[in-house]
């Protein structure tokens, strides 16, 4: 029987799998994370899990950032 998804709750992404749906190294996200240049959870005070929502802002915050910089007047 399959595991139905509990209403409101969001799936977190590993590094691993973070990092394939970025086209990016993991080891780069790890440095992100230490950082704190990109959002992320943290699991039972350990472990670094994604959401992707929250990803998904994060790259829309930097867009309209590089957009108001490369604005011309």
């Not at 472990?47 to 604005?71: G, N, P």
Request: cysteine-free.
């Amino acid at each position: 029987m399959a595991k139905k998804k509990k209403p409101g709750k969001e799936r977190l992404y590993t590094i691993q799998e973070m990092a394939v749906l970025m086209q990016t190294e993991p080891r780069e996200l790890v440095e992100w994370v230490q950082y704190r240049k990109i959002p992320y959870v943290l699991v039972d005070k350990e472990y670094v899990r994604f959401r992707l929502s929250d990803i998904a802002s994060w790259v829309r915050k930097i867009q309209s950032r590089r957009k108001e910089k490369f604005r011309l007047e």
